[in-house]
């Protein structure tokens, strides 16, 4: 009796055993770390199942047991495109779960005071599946559809700013989140102070722009700048922006080479409605993306008595302005020497 139990224990023993062995080969294949390191796979909308294996290879330590999990949950037919993040300690079961669910992670991107827009988008198709020839002409269609000649018409929508997408936003949905955001800004207040002024929406884009170049961006001066233009342009003055020069000569050359460092007098004869010192009245639109501040503070500029202003030397980014011809000149005077003293051409 005694040794009718002992093999059924051995027997059983043996069985544990095996479980065990195949219990463990379960666990680790399912639930086990499988990442070598970490990263980011980019699953296009055209791949397969061995691309994604491709794709996925050098980040995991068993791709062999990676694909085996992938199938038994039918990712080998059923997965969606994206940018997934690859993070230390993931087992097999997560991985598949995140591509079959698409819980892909968004992209960060610093949309600038481009240009244009399509240096804009030149930049930021980078970090998305579409090229940006393919990106910029569904916009080009987009802007179409709304009466526009093409998607430079569309760069009021855009603002400076950095936001997140989706490594497979479309363009469409890429700029539906602008054009939201630009409803959302433009409050009925916002509207109210517009019409008060007796602009129209792109010019006061187009004063923003200036007001933006001008500044650097920087707050501390906008409202004063933008009071100043206001002055020209109320007594029909020709603005003489600098920035609009530099605008003017960098689209007769399509963009193709890098911006003005000093405006010279034969660039100020650049035939463009956007120079503001060949042309009068405000420009047709706006001569880069602009951001928040500088739309406000055209809708809210100072109320002062400023003709002129020249950029001051001894204050780097900040200007001195004034109402007086003569002083404008000895303020340009100062700095035309500086620039020559440090070479800058």
């Given at each position: 009796m005694n040794k009718k139990f002992g093999?059924?224990?051995?027997?059983?023993a043996a069985v544990l055993a095996v479980a065990g062995v195949f219990g463990y080969q379960y666990y680790a294949?399912?639930?086990g770390n499988n990442?070598?390191?970490?990263?980011?796979?980019?699953?296009?909308?055209?791949?397969?199942?061995?691309?994604?294996?491709?794709?996925?290879?050098p980040f995991i330590k068993n791709k062999e047991a990676f694909a085996e999990v992938a199938k038994s949950k039918n990712m080998d037919r059923f997965f969606h495109a994206g940018r997934y993040q690859i993070k230390s300690g993931t087992n097999n079961t997560d991985l598949v779960n995140m591509i079959k669910a698409g819980n892909q992670t968004e992209n960060s991107f610093r949309i600038g005071d481009f240009f244009s827009v399509y240096q804009m988008v030149g930049r930021v198709a980078k970090k998305t599946e579409l090229d940006s020839v393919r990106f910029a002409k569904d916009l080009d269609k987009l802007a179409m559809e709304k009466g526009l000649s093409d998607a430079e018409d569309l760069k009021r929508y855009f603002f400076i700013d950095t936001y997140n997408f989706f490594w497979?936003?479309?363009p469409k949905e890429f700029f539906k989140k602008f054009e939201d955001e630009y409803n959302a800004f433009w409050t009925a207040d916002r509207g109210a102070k517009q019409q008060?002024?007796?602009?129209?929406?792109?010019?006061?884009?187009?004063?923003?722009s200036l007001v933006?170049?001008?500044?650097?961006?920087?707050p501390d001066e906008m409202k004063t700048v933008a009071g100043l233009y206001l002055n020209r342009h109320r007594k029909g003055m020709k603005l003489q922006s600098d920035p609009t020069v530099i605008y003017a000569v960098s689209k007769a050359e399509d963009f193709r080479n890098a911006p003005l460092k000093r405006v010279l007098y034969k660039h100020l004869r650049e035939p463009s409605p956007y120079n503001t010192y060949y042309s009068a009245g405000i420009p047709p639109g706006p001569i880069c993306i602009v951001d928040k501040n500088?739309?406000?503070?055209?809708?809210?500029?100072?109320?002062?008595?400023?003709?002129?202003?020249?950029?001051d030397p001894r204050r780097p980014g900040l200007h001195k302005f004034t109402a007086s011809a003569a002083e404008h000149a000895v303020n340009a005077r100062e700095y035309q020497d500086w620039l020559n003293n440090r070479n800058i051409r």
């Open positions: 093999i059924i224990g051995l027997f059983v294949k399912y639930f990442v070598e390191k970490e990263g980011y796979v980019l699953i296009p909308h055209s791949a397969n199942f061995n691309s994604i294996l491709d794709s996925i290879g497979t936003v479309t008060k002024m007796g602009l129209s929406r792109d010019q006061v884009y187009a004063l923003a933006y170049k001008e500044t650097g961006g920087k500088s739309v406000n503070a055209v809708l809210d500029a100072d109320d002062n008595n400023y003709i002129f202003m020249c950029a």
